[in-house]
């Protein structure tokens, strides 16, 4: 935390959103993919301790995650909300309405500012300009047509699915994690698919869950418990976008 800045008492809504902006964020800081170097040493530093120090400087951390704040700064802005309101987060990483208030000109302004992040100018200039009509800003916009920022980071398919935020039902806990009814994405027949796939996934938050429960998943990690609602727009809103790739994208390449 920078000197003079002042801190505020938070609100335990405010400390379960940003908690989820840190839960997701970790693994791909982890394997050294997305934001600034060690930054998910704050970000774990404030799920565990979550005083209002330690949440500025978890905001000051994933402020530099090139693939996520830009998109909160977008679907703040255009809903008139804080981008670390509850709200916007949830809308970014699991889906909810605010997704729909997004013009499609300030969704291009979007992608045209990531060259300032990193994604080289030809890139942004033709994906802002070939942005397929009825995308909508949700985390797997960013995986499935920007793909990614970190040239580290190739596009394979394995990658564009670890890093698609998973949704998959509890089957039972085990010694190496957590088995799972998830999904995998495939590539079959010119078409991005998703397809059901039993998984062991890992549990390094140590999430309390029963058999039965739903969990979300990134990279490989199950992130958190997530209700039938959050799950219902996690899904309609990865496959509005997987569809919407495959239309206008796949579909100019191959027809």
Not at 79 to 90: D, K, L
Not at 148 to 172: M, S, T, Y
Request: hydrophobic share 35%; aromatic share 8%; glycine share 6%.
């Amino acid at each position: 935390m920078k000197t003079g800045q002042k801190v505020f008492p938070l609100q335990q809504q405010e400390i379960d959103s940003l908690k989820k902006a840190c839960l997701y964020s970790i693994p791909p800081n982890k394997l050294g993919f997305c934001g600034p170097e060690g930054a998910c040493q704050k970000l774990e530093k404030f799920i565990s301790n979550p005083s209002p120090e330690n949440a500025l400087d978890a905001k000051n951390s994933l402020k530099k995650f090139n693939a996520l704040y830009p998109y909160l700064e977008l679907i703040a802005e255009a809903n008139g909300r804080q981008p670390f309101s509850a709200e916007v987060i949830e809308a970014y990483w699991l889906g909810n309405g605010l997704l729909e208030n997004v013009s499609f000109r300030e969704m291009q302004k979007t992608i045209l500012s990531l060259q300032k992040h990193g994604l080289p100018r030809r890139i942004a200039e033709r994906k802002a300009a070939g942005l397929p009509d009825g995308m909508l800003p949700h985390h797997s916009m960013h995986v499935l047509y920007i793909n990614f920022i970190n040239p580290k980071v190739k596009p394979l398919i394995q990658n564009l699915g670890n890093c698609l935020i998973q949704w998959g039902e509890v089957q039972e806990k085990t010694a190496k994690g957590i088995s799972i009814k998830g999904i995998e994405l495939i590539s079959e027949s010119s078409e991005l698919k998703l397809k059901e796939k039993e998984k062991t996934v890992q549990n390094p938050f140590n999430l309390l869950i029963q058999e039965k429960d739903q969990v979300s998943v990134h990279w490989g990690n199950a992130i958190e418990r997530i209700s039938s609602d959050e799950l219902k727009n996690l899904k309609k809103y990865a496959i509005k976008n997987l569809e919407t790739v495959n239309i206008h994208v796949f579909g100019e390449k191959h027809g």
